[in-house]
């Protein structure tokens, strides 16, 4: 008999397989010495095994027994009715933090859009730029770069610079815009 | 509590009901009358004392905070066993996790030594007496790896059928009927050779 031939008597000895089954396997196993030993040995083993489950005793007394479980139980109740307010504080972040972050994505987005617009208003602001002197006595020359985005303004004396014919020989000031 | 208020006269069914109004004395009374029961299934599966007293206490505990879902359809002291034995298969899964399998527990496993027993063919117990007996049995669970143990004691003390076993162990119905078949031939054959040992 193969291992599964055994399984399938093993079944039939405990009642697990279906009507047609099981009768085709009575059938079987009046055919078969080695299935009626095997069968044999089964029904010895649940024999011996009904109703002689090995009895245990607890080994310690009763009242200590109980005193750990009263303990415990307490122990149980007390964090149980601590439990709401910290069930509630724990959903209520539970619901939060989607939320939080939701709305901190949105801040960023907005943020950014408001950024970049303003650095494109900015850009077309300035191509637009011009830089207004209204000294007499100063002058001014503007240097900008788009790539770098960099924007420089020479001021210079106009008596000594123009007197030399250098506007760039000594700058008083300078400034960048980046 | 140091004193066990006995009521030996009140049923099961009666301090459950009581228990779930929240009664706590009359869970004790509960806890008095089925503590050896519970643990003594702990016990046999955990094989181990410290372990079956730490988990059958804590069914006690799950089976307090659980009574108001107990509906009785079973009786009150199967309820609990049944619970004290999911604390169990949870432990010694914890525990299988940890430890490596063993290349001769793979063989029990598969069947290796069991295939190969001879066949037992007359009863190893006939005319012990019950104490005797269940302490030969008490020996030979002992033996037994615990995928054979636990099989053989959820099928034969508790009456499950293979699918319920199969969904308490977490495996297929075909592993229960294999654990069970090799748990079977082993224990018939330590029974067999505890006898020969009474003989010689």
Redesign the interface.
């Known amino acids: 008999m193969n291992l599964e031939q055994q399984l399938k008597l093993q079944a039939w000895v405990d009642g697990e397989l279906p009507e047609a089954e099981a009768r085709q396997m009575a059938a079987f196993v009046q055919g078969q010495s080695e299935a009626q030993t095997l069968v044999g040995e089964l029904r010895i083993t649940k024999g011996f095994l009904a109703g002689n489950e090995p009895e245990a005793k607890l080994p310690e007394s009763g009242d200590f027994y109980w005193s750990k479980i009263q303990r415990a139980i307490e122990q149980e109740e007390k964090v149980a009715a601590r439990a709401p307010g910290a069930s509630w504080t724990f959903a209520w972040r539970r619901l939060m933090a989607p939320i939080s972050g939701v709305a901190l994505i949105a801040f960023l987005s907005v943020l950014s859009f408001n950024v970049f617009r303003q650095q494109s208003v900015d850009d077309g602001a300035n191509l637009l730029v011009e830089v207004e002197n209204l000294s007499e006595d100063i002058g001014s020359i503007s240097y900008r770069s788009q790539s770098e985005n960099m924007f420089v303004v020479y001021l210079y004396k106009k008596d000594v610079q123009e007197a030399e014919n250098d506007p760039i020989a000594e700058p008083v000031d300078d400034t960048f815009l980046q | ?4 208020p006995e009521k030996p006269d009140v049923p099961d069914e009666k301090l459950v009901r009581r228990a779930q109004r929240g009664d ?1 004395v009359a869970f ?1 009374v509960l ?2 009358r089925h ?2 029961k519970i ?2 299934r702990a ?2 599966m955990m094989r181990n ?1 410290d372990e ?2 730490d988990l ?3 069914a ?2 799950k089976g ?2 659980r009574l108001k879902q107990f509906q009785g359809e079973s009786s009150f002291v199967t309820w609990m066993t049944r619970i004290v034995i999911n604390l169990c298969l949870d432990q010694l899964r914890k525990q299988k996790r940890q430890r490596a399998e063993s290349i001769e527990h793979l063989e029990e496993e598969l ?1 290796g030594v069991e ?1 190969q027993m001879p ?3 007359v ?3 006939a005319g012990l007496e ?1 104490t005797e ?3 030969r ?2 020996r030979a ?1 002992n033996l037994l790896s615990y995928e054979h143990r636990t099989v ?2 959820l ?3 508790e009456d499950l ?2 699918k319920e076993i199969a969904k308490r162990m977490q495996c297929s119905i ?1 592993t229960v ?2 654990r ?2 090799y748990a ?2 082993k ?2 054959n330590l ?1 067999a050779s505890y006898k020969r040992e009474e003989l010689s």
């Open positions: 509590m140091a004193t066990q706590m004790e806890v008095g503590r050896d643990y003594a016990f046999s004392e079956a007293v059958s206490q804590e006690w505990v307090w905070q069947g295939r066949t037992v063919t009863n190893p117990t019950r007996l269940r302490a049995i008490d669970l053989l004691i099928h034969e003390f059928e293979y075909g009927m294999s069970l078949f079977r031939r224990m018939a029974m």
